[in-house]
């Protein structure tokens, strides 16, 4: 993707119909994919207001069209529902600003795509989980996502990136990285190589079991990191889930493992000293809880059995993911440091490695709150 200049952000910016004086536009949030931007106005009453600004990743969504329409509508489907349950749909969804020519986006004409999206005021975003209540409240906001979602016309969705959470196609294009070689990286991940290659026989558990057609295929948010949730500042509750670009068919254990992944861990995801990364048991107990309940019984009992392989497989697929763009020269992943996806690789084997200590002990929480759940 190109460089911006001022000149570039600020010709987008004037596409979006904003009403007000632009007063100030800032680089915002961590997230690794889009470039995000902050943009203060000044209304003609002169109220202080705020927007997202978006490019969005399209050397990673091949058709920013398309993302735009799977946002749209699916934003569209929960603003009704938000509305029938006498919720505010201005703050509990996203809502993309349409363009002074009615659009959504707005293309540049050097293959910039950008979105406006109204800023959802007083909210926190976590980085990582301060209490168990948050995330357990991020659990069942991610339920409810997924429940809220459950009629929703799947075959109208847009596969924004194809094989997105396949585990053994990330696998195949892991090996291909390592093959390929292509800065001479390698020999500065061997274990950890050696720890990916050595778990393929555990990639392909979930996609063969819904191949089988023993587990569903469910509407999915499909990247559920704490970060993209917004608590509200006051009341510290979720109040919405964000960054939409991967809503896709995807199985309920997608959404399960990747929240897990970065949430239950006691370290950051880019954490350097490995000895303060593990799975903290109580949160991965919380989250559990916290998702059955947001899923209110729509899961079927393969599903809430294999929520673990969920974790691990997410953990292990993400782990890969790094690894594989620290291999190519860290062109997918935004990067801040030298090392830093190696670094991220790490955290997320770490994590694998303690799973599989700690497996026992997993299966007997999923099945205790499934129980808990059962009598309630
Ligand atoms: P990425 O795909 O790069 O992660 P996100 O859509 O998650 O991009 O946005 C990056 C960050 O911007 C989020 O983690 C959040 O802090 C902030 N953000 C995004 N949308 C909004 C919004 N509508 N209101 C407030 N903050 C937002
Ligand atoms: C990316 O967009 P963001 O930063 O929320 C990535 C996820 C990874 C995550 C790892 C579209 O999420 O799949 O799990 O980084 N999103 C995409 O932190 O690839
Ligand atoms: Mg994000």
């Known amino acids: 993707m190109k460089n911006l200049t001022d000149a570039i952000i600020e010709n987008a910016i004037a596409q979006f119909a904003i009403e007000g004086t632009l007063k100030e536009k800032r680089p915002y949030g961590n997230g690794h994919i889009n470039d995000t931007f902050l943009l203060t106005y000044e209304t003609p009453s002169g109220r202080e207001t705020h927007y997202i600004l978006q490019r969005m990743n399209n050397s990673i969504f091949k058709n920013p069209q398309q ?27 996203l809502n993309a600003v349409k363009t002074r020519s009615g659009g959504c986006y707005y293309e540049d004409g050097s293959d910039n795509f950008w979105r406006v999206l109204l800023f959802i005021e007083n909210t926190l975003c976590l980085e990582q989980v301060e209490s168990k209540k948050d995330f357990y409240d991020s659990a ?53 190589i050696s720890f990916a290659l050595e778990r393929e026989k555990d990639t392909d558990v979930l996609t063969k079991l819904l191949k089988e057609g023993k587990l569903p295929l469910r509407v999915t948010h499909n990247d559920t990191k704490l970060n993209n949730i917004l608590f509200d500042a006051d009341t510290k509750k979720a109040l919405c889930v964000i960054d939409l670009d991967t809503v896709m068919p995807g199985l309920s254990h997608y959404d399960f493992g990747d929240s897990i992944r970065f949430g239950a861990s006691t370290g950051a995801e880019d954490e350097k000293d ?71 690789a790490r955290t997320q084997f770490k994590l694998v490695a303690d799973m599989e200590k700690k497996w026992g002990e997993m299966e007997e929480i999923v099945e205790r709150c499934k129980e808990a759940l059962s009598k309630k």
């Open 274 to 344: 490995l000895s303060k990364v593990e799975l903290d048991l109580s949160l991965f107990e919380a989250f559990t809880m916290g998702y059955l309940e947001g899923c209110a019984g729509s899961l079927t009992d393969l599903e809430i059995e294999m929520l673990p392989m969920g974790a691990k497989l997410m953990t292990y697929e993400c782990g890969i993911r790094f690894l594989a763009d620290f291999l190519d020269g860290d062109v997918y992943f935004k990067i801040h440091r030298d090392g830093h996806n190696l670094d991220r």
């Open 67 to 93: 993302l735009m329409e799977n946002m749209v509508h699916v934003t569209e489907y929960l603003r009704k529902i938000i509305a029938a349950n006498g919720g505010d749909p201005e703050r509990e969804t």
């Open 140 to 192: 069942v906001a991610f339920g409810n996502f997924q429940r809220l979602l459950s009629d929703f016309p799947a075959h109208t969705l847009h596969e924004t990136i194809p094989n997105f959470h396949n585990t053994p196609s990330r696998f195949l294009d892991f090996k291909a990285a390592v093959e390929r070689d292509k800065l001479g990286r390698a020999k500065q991940a061997e274990a950890e």
